[in-house]
């Protein structure tokens, strides 16, 4: 839309010429009148709330059509529903006008109505979140363990402290709000006139400022480090799984809040066993009179060697369970179980005595 063709102005046009203007073209096609037309109405309505206001105007000029778009990413108006305004209006079936609350932040139109003020917060952004991967061998990420890692993020200037002052600097009144960290405006509209608010561009809303800007960290009050940060993994962590540390991401600027630090984990394979769930998987082999006669063996835990009875008749391919040797619940106390699954060792070479023996067992069909 073009707002200086709808109000029928220059560009070069003075606020005079374009109160003016909106007054005459509000006056003619306003919906209570004969031959009122709602639509050009809110337009004309749309056009003045923009044209009239310096920044809006300006920031109109610069961005034309895409206005909108610029200002619903985060432009730097206090109050997300004076744009909005013009658009709220509805036909009342009666003929006449009437608000749509419910297309409007209603803080923001009482905002707008009575002059109040919104909590305006001084410019302190929050830090960035930081993601990173971890290795774990097999029996880390069983038993848990403390670990040192190195990360560049940023940090609290140790020259300012995170103030982004530079020491020694005197702290003046900002010249352009007088100390008063907003700045108001006066806003003519047909309803009457309305005062705005908006933070002070200057000072940011702190009324004050620096006389000059840190110059370790050019007034951010951070800088980029390298920082040891010592992560607790705990026992029974699995693949993918995430740990999160509160506040260890990227500081915010002028001491802003900090992001977070999420650690995600990936387990190394370990050379002889497996892990499924709780519970771990190994294999232990056992021969062939072991199998048939039973016999009491020696099986490889994650902490050390345990025996295991072997019964007599036992099939190859059969899984012992080892309770309680496995992996510690995260979520309650207690853990899995080592499961051990036996395999009969198929000699590939005989001496010649066992080859005698297996002769006579053969014998014996066995
Ligand atoms: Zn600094
Ligand atoms: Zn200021």
Not at 40 to 45: G, L, V
Not at 290 to 314: N, W, Y
Request: with cysteine; aromatic share 8%; glycine share 10%.
């Amino acid at each position: 839309m073009d707002y200086y063709a709808i109000l029928d102005v220059s560009k070069n046009a003075s606020q005079e010429e374009i109160k003016k203007a909106f007054r005459k073209k509000a006056h003619q096609c306003h919906p209570d009148k004969p031959g009122g037309d709602e639509k050009k109405f809110k337009e004309i309505n749309e056009a003045y709330q923009v044209l009239s206001n310096s920044q809006k105007k300006a920031q109109y000029d610069q961005y034309g059509s895409t206005f909108e778009q610029a200002q619903s990413n985060g432009g730097s108006y206090g109050f997300g529903g004076f744009q909005d305004f013009s658009g709220a209006f509805r036909n009342s079936g009666r003929g006449g006008i009437e608000f749509n609350f419910e297309d409007l932040d209603l803080r923001d139109i009482f905002v707008f109505f009575f002059g109040g003020t919104k909590k305006q917060t001084t410019k302190k952004t929050q830090g960035n979140d930081i993601e990173i991967e971890m290795s774990l061998q097999f029996e880390e990420a069983i038993f848990g363990v403390k670990k040192q890692i190195e990360i560049n993020k940023f940090s609290v200037c140790s020259h300012c402290h995170g103030n982004a002052i530079e020491p020694g600097t005197k702290i003046i009144t900002c010249s352009t709000c007088h100390g008063k960290g907003q700045i108001q405006r006066i806003q003519s509209t047909i309803f009457g006139q309305f005062r705005t608010v908006d933070v002070c561009p200057d000072c940011q809303g702190e009324g004050k400022k620096a006389e000059k800007k840190c110059t370790e960290c050019n007034g951010q009050g951070r800088v980029r480090k390298i920082e040891k940060i010592e992560v607790e993994i705990p026992a029974g962590i699995d693949q993918g799984q995430t740990l999160k540390l509160s506040h260890q991401g990227d500081i915010g600027i002028k001491g802003g809040r900090s992001g977070d630090l999420y650690v995600t984990v990936r387990i190394l394979p370990h050379s002889k066993f497996k892990r499924k769930g709780n519970d771990i998987l190994s294999k232990a082999t056992i021969t062939f009179s072991q199998a048939v006669l039973g016999d009491k063996i020696e099986v490889e835990t994650l902490e050390g060697k345990v025996r295991l009875k072997i019964p007599a008749g036992t099939l190859s391919g059969k899984i012992f369970r080892l309770t309680d040797k496995g992996i510690p619940y995260l979520q309650h106390r207690g853990r899995g179980d080592q499961l051990v699954e036996v395999i009969i060792f198929i000699p590939q070479k005989l001496t010649k005595e066992q080859k005698k023996l297996l002769e006579e067992l053969k014998k014996q069909e066995m």
